[in-house]
């Protein structure tokens, strides 16, 4: 099991149907995990929370979490909503907060340019319904600056996306850029609880992907938070799994490399 590497804080949101609310409730409290029914709402509460979503149907919404007692919090959460006989499909995502608090303007500027750069990376780690423009509620951060439907494309959107986020001169400026939170990376969220939100993957109840989502997007954000500089994208006519190794090289998440690298040939052979 990875631990996270930082005592940075996080919270998740677990999209899901198939079951009520009662009975989602139920399953978790009997896993040792504190939930509650609640109606829809944006408080963060102590305890988890199972409440409707517009776009899937129901979700459960973590308190804030910390180091090994929350991935373990994840794990037993998920396990506990598949059990009870939980399902996603693909309406549901799987919504990753992270704590900003210790950020400056250079460490979120920083944190956009690795997305931008690397969004071909995430996209490999996600099925179909997930990547480029395909869903509404994730669209490409790296779109937001033109054509991303070829390599060489995706490299002239980032070095117009590193251009427009070093123009910015406040955190103001930068959600002007990624005006909705419908973003794969919702900087929306800033604002209203101090995060910065990664919509990008798909629904699941899988442990193991829910827990290194997590552990994964922590490491890129240590990564904003210590660079003293984020190349831009080289202009090679590579993407996706090719990339894999420089995304790698850069964020070094210790015992992750193997599991998404996996992922994503796994993804590739079903997408064939």
Known sequence: MTTPS???KYGVEIEFTGISQQAA?????????VAEVQGYNHRTCPVWKVVTDASCGLEVVSPILQGEDGIQQIRKVCDALTDAGA????RCGYHVHLDVSDFELSHFKNLLKLWVKFEDVFDSFQPPSRRSNANTFCQSNLGRFGAIDTPEA????????FE??????????LRNIFYSRYHKLNVQAYFRHRTIEIRHHSG?????????????????????????TVRVRP??????????KWFFQRTTPKGLRGFFTKRARQLERAAA
Not at 210 to 228: C, G, H, I, Q, S
Not at 235 to 244: L, M
Request: net charge positive; with cysteine.
């Open 25 to 33: 409730a139920a399953a978790i409290n009997a896993a040792g995990v």
């Open 164 to 173: 427009a986020i070093d123009r910015a001169s406040s955190m103001e400026e």
């Open 6 to 8: 930082t005592p940075r």
């Open 87 to 90: 399902k996603v499909n693909r």
């Open 204 to 228: 699941t109840l899988n442990a193991d992907k829910a827990a290194n989502w997590v552990l994964l997007m922590m490491e890129l954000y240590d990564t904003a938070r210590r660079a003293k």
């Open 154 to 161: 995706q490299a002239q959107s980032c070095r117009r996306a």
């Open 235 to 244: 202009s090679n006519g590579e993407a996706g799994i090719a990339r894999h």
